[in-house]
């Protein structure tokens, strides 16, 4: 059975960092993407950052230049580098894999809280 997990949230003061993992149970083939996705209370989720089997990345304006998503596939996780972390990233971060039958797979998620 196929598991992802995060961990790394927590709270932080604004202008802070934070690395996020998410590590993977189990084996999974044929994926197209991984990444992560977000949600603030009263929101809807939104993208935040996308990892492509190939190594390509992409990024919410909101975060670019500031976030940054790699793998350790020896680990089977995925990292979220968050740094400069403003009030408006507070949200629970959700990580995700997708595979190319569009079948994907999500862990609970991690609250992130930057206090301003």
């Known amino acids: 059975q196929v598991q992802l997990v995060e961990s790394g949230g927590g709270l932080v003061q604004a202008g802070g960092s934070l690395r996020l993992s998410c590590t993977t149970s189990g084996i999974i083939f044929n994926i197209n993407t991984r990444g992560w996705y977000r949600q603030a209370p009263g929101k809807e989720r939104e993208l935040v950052a996308i990892?492509?089997?190939?190594?390509?990345?992409n990024y919410a304006d909101s975060v670019k230049g500031r976030f940054t998503i790699s793998r350790d596939n020896a680990k089977s996780t995925v990292y979220l580098q968050m740094n400069s972390l403003k009030s408006e990233d507070t949200a629970v971060y959700y990580c995700?894999?997708?595979?190319?039958?569009?079948?994907?797979?999500w862990g609970p998620g991690t609250q992130v809280t930057v206090s301003s």
């Open positions: 990892l492509t089997n190939s190594g390509g990345t």
């Open positions: 995700y894999i997708r595979r190319y039958s569009a079948d994907e797979y």
